[in-house]
């Protein structure tokens, strides 16, 4: 079940299995006009509540950059950024420059680190793959980091909400 703005949702509709005649589906109207339409019973456990208030989520973030990415991942950054959570920037093994800039930008934060390793990664290569693995495998042994959710990011990827 995924909560989100107090709302569940219910079912996940695979756009390659509904005809292209369906009007449900392709009509503009808004998103709980859909087969998936959003729950608004959702009840609370006042418990859980209480207990998300005093011990807040805490996501580690793995951010994995190449090129000249800087002003895009400063960017995403103060987007995302927040003090209880962790980043782990990768910079690829081919982006000396950046990979400068990214040790003197993580200088600046407690809850900020750059992978002491660098990998030649390609978009949707073995390599990319390895690379987020060895990355949780890094933030496991990161006693000190106690973090509840991981999330991959690169660059290129910004919050709309």
Do not use: C
């Amino acid at each position: 079940m995924i909560i989100t703005n107090s709302t569940t949702f219910v079912q996940h509709i695979d756009p390659y299995k509904v005809p292209l005649s369906s009007p449900s589906l392709w009509s503009p109207r808004p998103l709980n006009a859909l087969l998936g339409k959003a729950n608004k019973n959702v009840q609370w456990d006042e418990d859980s509540v209480e207990y998300m208030l005093a011990n807040p989520v805490r996501i580690a973030f793995v951010l994995v950059v190449h090129g000249r990415a800087s002003r895009q991942l400063q960017r995403m950054f103060k987007a995302i950024y927040h003090k209880d959570h962790f980043y782990y920037i990768h910079v690829d093994k081919r982006s000396d420059y950046l990979h400068r800039q990214v040790l003197q930008f993580a200088r600046q934060y407690s809850n900020v680190r750059v992978t002491p390793w660098r990998m030649a990664t390609i978009w949707g290569g073995a390599s990319l793959l390895s690379t987020y693995l060895q990355s949780m495998r890094d933030l496991l042994e990161m006693t000190d980091w106690p973090w509840d959710f991981f999330i991959n990011l690169s660059a290129a990827d910004y919050p709309i909400r």
